[in-house]
């Protein structure tokens, strides 16, 4: 049993598909174990890609992702990390799979979607990042 976590971006709060995004989890042997609305500030968002701060795109990924509201939750099952990574798709959606949430749901690679954890390492930080432990059950 593995536990990522996926932020589901403005773009996609702001389409109306949260529970599309939610039910390809559920749908695909994921289980939310916890999930949370919630509006990201900038320092929020700064310090979540900090890795990315010497990237050329850092601020327009910081200023997209405060841009709206969004939501995190952190999915539980069997190799979570790279099953989410798989429904998610590439990080460009033009060459995202068909039928993977960033093929289905979203424009372009600022406004992707979706993230979710590359690691099981960088999972647990990012779960850490937003929820308590007893927030997920
Ligand atoms: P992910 O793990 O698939 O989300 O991709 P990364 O961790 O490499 O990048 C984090 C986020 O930064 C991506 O989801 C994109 O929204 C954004 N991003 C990554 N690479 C680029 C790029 O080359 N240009 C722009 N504009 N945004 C990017």
Do not use: W
């Not at 790279?82 to 289905?104: F, Q």
């Amino acid at each position: 049993m593995e536990r990522t976590l996926s932020i589901i971006k403005p773009d996609a709060v702001a389409k109306g598909v949260i529970g599309k995004i939610l039910d390809r989890f559920e749908s695909n042997g994921l289980r939310i174990a916890a999930t949370k609305k919630m509006q990201l500030s900038r320092a929020d968002a700064e310090a979540f890609y900090a890795v990315h701060s010497e990237r050329p795109f850092f601020r327009d990924l910081v200023d997209f992702m405060i841009s709206g509201p969004v939501v995190v939750s952190v999915l539980e099952g069997e190799n979570a990390v790279s099953k989410n990574r798989k429904l998610m798709g590439a990080t460009n959606p033009k060459e995202a799979e068909a039928g993977t949430i960033r093929a289905d749901f979203a424009q372009n690679i600022d406004a992707n979607a979706v993230h979710g954890s590359d690691s099981l390492e960088n999972a647990a930080v990012e779960i850490a990042f937003f929820f308590s432990t007893r927030e997920i059950c």
